[in-house]
Each structure stands twice: as C-alpha cells, then as structure tokens.
C-alpha cells in the first residue's frame, strides 16, 4: 500500500522558511521521481519542483532560487526547503510519486501573510 504523507506546513510570514516533509512507503522510494505540487485557492494544481531517483532537479520558475527540493533515501523522505517566502505561495502543497501511474499526499497547508 503505497503511502505519502506530507508535514511542515504552517503559518509564516512574508519573508520567512518553511520545510516540507514528505515520508514515503509503500514502493521502492530510491528508484522513483519525486515531486511537490501545489494549488492555491481557485487555481489549478501546478509544479514547484521535482527530483529525479538520481538526484537530478527541476523547478517552477516562480520558486527558483528561493526553493530547493531533497531526499534522502535512507529516510524514504523528500524535503521542499522554502526561503524567501511570498504571499502567492500561500497554497496546499502536495507530494507526488511517478510509482505505479502516480499517487498523491494529502496535502499540506501553507499560509504566508503579508
């Protein structure tokens, strides 16, 4: 049973860090791309950034620079550190894995106030 549960989400304020957790179970975690996804109220889900089984990384334009994607295979986790942070970030952030056709988190919030 393939399991992603997100953690870290809050409230911040503009200018402030965050860091996402993502712990994986369920599927060879060290073999798959990962991802972090995120849909604001309103909005469809969009990419922030993805992080291939070898190590390879790619972000949306609107985060790059401010955000950086991670795992650690040995924990079955992938990180999304978020820096410099803006009130349009403010959304429910969702992990992804490619593994069997796709399966999403749960979701968590974030909220940056201005």
């Known amino acids: 049973q393939v399991q992603l549960v997100e953690s870290g989400g809050g409230l911040v304020q503009a200018g402030g860090s965050l860091k996402l957790s993502c712990a994986a179970s369920?599927?060879?975690?060290?073999?798959?791309?990962m991802g972090w996804y995120r849909q604001a109220p309103g909005k469809q889900r969009e990419l922030v950034a993805v992080?291939?089984?070898?190590?390879?990384?790619n972000y949306n334009g609107p985060v790059k620079g401010r955000f950086t994607i991670s795992r650690d295979n040995a924990k079955n986790t992938v990180y999304l550190q978020m820096n410099s942070l803006k009130p349009e970030d403010t959304a429910v952030y969702y992990c992804y894995t490619n593994y069997g056709g796709g399966y999403w988190g749960q979701g968590t919030q974030v909220t940056v106030s201005s």
């Open positions: 992080i291939a089984s070898d190590g390879y990384t």
């Open positions: 369920g599927f060879i975690f060290s073999a798959r791309d």
